[in-house]
C-alpha cells in the first residue's frame, strides 16, 4: 500500500470514530433528557389577621403561590410562558360568587405589574389608587355594579395584601407532571362560592391544594382548633411532611408589610392558642370556669405551638419575585434582616 492510500485510509477510520462519538453523545444527551424530570415550585402562604375581623377572628389567611402556572384569566389556569413568575390562588368571598381567583404574584403582592413600582412607604388612599388602576386595566371581569363596594371588599382580598399585612412563605418542590394534572382539575371543574368559615375556608382550600401535591400531607388538628382548618395548621404539618421528604426541597422566606400609616398586622394564632392568648376570648372563660382555660392552655402546649418564622430571613421587595420563582435563596445576606426591620419601625 502506498504512503498515499495509507493516508486516505487513516482519514476514513479518523471520520468513522468522530461520527461515531458524536452519535454516541447524542444518544447519551437524548437518554438523559427522556429520563429528566422538569420541576416546579409550590409556596404556602400564610398572611398575619389585620383590622377588626382580624382581632375577631385571629387566624389569619392563606393563598398558593405556584411558580409554573400562570392566569389565562382569573378564573383560567394554564402554564407559564418565558419570563412569567406565576400565580396565587385561594378561596375567597363575595367575589362575584367565584370559589376561587388567580392573581399574578406581584399585582397580589403590591397591586402593581413590576417590583420597581413598589412604594416604599404606603397609605390607605395611595394603595387604594393602586388597586384600582391595575383592577379597571386587569380585572374587569370581576368588577361588579358597584365600584364603592370593590374598592372595599374585593380588590383588598386580591390586591396589594402585603400593604395590609406580613406574609410568611414555605415553599416545596413540584413535578410538571402535577401541575398539568393541577390545571386540568381546576380548569374542569365548577368554580362556585363554596366559603364557609368553619367548614370551607381558606385554609381548607390550601389543605387540599397541598394534599393534591403532597397526599395526606396536611391535616385538621381535632385538638388544637376544634376540627377547624387555620392557617398555622396548615404550615405546621406541612413543615412536619417535609421534614420526612428531604427531596422536596423546603425553603422559608418572609414577606414584611410595607411601612407607612396602615396599621402593622399580628401573629396568626391557632383556636386554642386564640381563646388562650385573645383578652376577649380569655377573660371571660376565666370568669366563667377558669379550668376550661386551664384545659385550653395544656391542648395548647401540647398540641398547638408552631413558630411560623423559624428564624426564616426577611426579602427585600426587588428580590421577592425571583427568589419565590426559582425557589432558592441565593444570598442569605441580602435579606438585610436588620435594616428591614429598622424601617418597618420608622
Aim: charged share 20%; with cysteine; net charge neutral.
Amino acid at each position: 500500500m502506498s504512503p498515499r492510500q495509507s493516508q486516505r485510509r487513516l482519514r476514513k477510520i479518523d471520520a468513522v470514530n468522530s461520527f461515531g462519538s458524536c452519535l454516541l453523545l447524542i444518544l447519551i444527551a437524548t437518554s438523559m433528557v427522556g429520563t429528566m424530570r422538569a420541576y416546579g415550585e409550590v409556596a404556602l402562604l400564610v398572611e398575619e389577621p389585620y383590622g377588626f375581623f382580624g382581632s375577631i377572628v385571629p387566624t389569619g389567611h392563606t393563598a398558593i403561590y405556584l411558580n409554573h402556572i400562570c392566569a389565562e384569566s382569573p378564573t383560567t389556569l394554564r402554564h407559564c410562558r418565558p419570563g412569567e413568575t406565576g400565580v396565587v390562588i385561594s378561596r375567597y368571598f363575595r367575589i362575584r360568587k367565584l370559589d376561587w381567583v388567580a392573581i399574578p404574584l406581584i399585582p397580589y403582592l403590591y397591586a402593581v405589574e413590576h417590583s420597581e413600582d413598589v412604594p416604599e412607604r404606603a397609605n390607605l388612599a395611595s394603595v387604594q389608587t393602586m388597586r384600582e388602576e391595575y383592577a379597571e386595566n386587569h380585572l374587569e371581569s370581576l368588577a361588579s355594579m358597584s365600584k364603592e363596594y370593590d374598592g372595599k371588599n374585593v380588590w383588598p382580598q386580591l390586591l396589594g395584601v402585603a400593604y395590609l399585612r406580613k406574609i410568611y412563605s414555605f415553599e416545596a418542590t413540584t413535578t410538571t407532571e402535577q401541575d398539568d394534572r393541577l390545571i386540568d382539575q381546576f380548569n374542569g371543574r365548577e368554580n362556585r362560592e363554596k366559603f364557609n368559615i368553619f367548614t370551607n375556608n381558606c385554609a381548607d382550600f390550601s389543605r387540599h391544594l397541598l394534599n393534591f401535591y403532597f397526599p395526606h400531607a396536611v391535616n385538621k388538628s381535632i385538638t388544637a382548633d376544634f376540627a377547624i382548618t387555620t392557617p398555622k395548621q396548615v404550615a405546621k404539618s406541612l413543615a412536619a411532611y417535609t421534614r420526612h421528604h428531604r427531596e422536596l426541597g423546603w425553603s422559608e422566606i418572609i414577606i414584611a408589610q410595607i411601612p407607612g400609616t396602615i396599621h402593622r398586622s399580628h401573629t396568626p394564632r391557632g383556636v386554642d392558642e386564640s381563646l388562650l392568648k385573645t383578652m376577649k376570648y380569655a377573660l371571660p372563660i376565666v370568669a366563667i370556669q377558669p379550668y376550661i382555660l386551664a384545659g385550653v392552655a395544656l391542648t395548647y402546649l401540647t398540641m398547638g405551638r408552631f413558630d411560623l418564622t423559624n428564624n426564616a430571613p426577611v426579602v427585600p421587595v426587588m428580590d421577592q419575585e425571583q427568589i419565590l420563582a426559582s425557589g432558592k435563596l441565593d444570598d442569605p445576606n441580602k435579606t438585610l434582616y436588620a435594616e428591614v426591620q429598622s424601617i418597618q419601625h420608622k
